[in-house]
């Protein structure tokens, strides 16, 4: 294929190799802008959390659908005999457990996972750290997390038949026939306020859409340098004169 003094030629297996990757790397560019406006959106429902009037969880609730990281309420009594650790969880570069404790509601056999917060690993992973925490009734606030139906593994237990247990993953459903009673669909992330906490600087997100952002240009600019290096070595000078037969 000629175009005034230049001629184009691309094989046929190297044009259809480039096209695959092209489409590859633009694709992945657009995932990238998706995810960024997915964690927009997440934050403004962090943010719109703190606005609404607070929720008060009772033990009737069987959705959390449109209410991520609302304001809540709820009273009770900590289950301070039955505790959970959710395990490789980090703060500041330092590994620990988010400590998850359920607390059972007022004149129900109903009951609420709360996360108390961050705490250090304690020295070994075959000591666990003691978590005191008093049964008396009270009322928590806190911020509503959808934990969905991840999937649930109970995690190296230092002892088979004791308390707390180390946890992986969260899914209520399991958690529930752990502990003989049902919890309500969620996750109460304990307000920095209250008492019988840890370390409680939540977020809800690791880091914010600007880096997807970023990742989206860099795949985009991958994929622009791979069309100019398919079209530099394809595009050739045509001679100055065609050589004729005499």
């Given at each position: ?137 009270r009322t928590v606030t806190g911020r509503i997390k959808d934990v969905g139906q991840a999937g649930f ?93 005499p």
């Amino acid at each position: 294929m000629r175009f005034g003094s230049v001629q184009f030629s691309p094989g046929r297996w190297p044009t259809l190799i480039t096209l695959v990757v092209f489409g590859i790397l633009v694709s992945l560019g657009f995932w990238q802008l998706d995810r960024a406006e997915q964690k927009r959106a997440l934050l403004a429902e962090y943010h719109a959390g703190s606005a609404t009037a607070l929720l008060k969880l009772d033990a009737g609730l069987r959705s959390v659908k449109g209410l991520s990281y609302q304001a809540a309420s709820v009273s009770g009594r900590y289950d301070a005999a039955h505790q959970f650790l959710l395990d490789n969880r980090t703060h500041n570069g330092a590994v620990g457990y988010e400590v998850l404790t359920p607390l059972k509601l007022d004149n129900a056999n109903v009951g609420v996972l709360v996360n108390r917060g961050w705490i250090p690993l304690p020295g070994t992973r075959d000591r666990l750290p003691s978590l005191p925490v008093s049964d008396a009734a009270r009322t928590v606030t806190g911020r509503i997390k959808d934990v969905g139906q991840a999937g649930f593994s109970l995690g190296e237990e230092v002892a088979r038949e004791g308390w707390p247990y180390r946890v992986l993953h969260v899914d209520l459903r399991r958690l529930s026939h752990e502990l003989g009673y049902r919890l309500l669909p969620l996750e109460l992330l304990l307000d920095p306020s209250q008492p019988d906490g840890y370390i409680r600087e939540w977020h809800p997100l690791s880091f914010g859409p600007e880096r997807n952002v970023g990742y989206a240009v860099q795949w985009f600019a991958l994929a622009t340098t791979l069309m100019i290096i398919y079209l530099a070595v394809n595009i050739k000078k045509r001679e100055k004169y065609d050589h004729q037969s005499p």
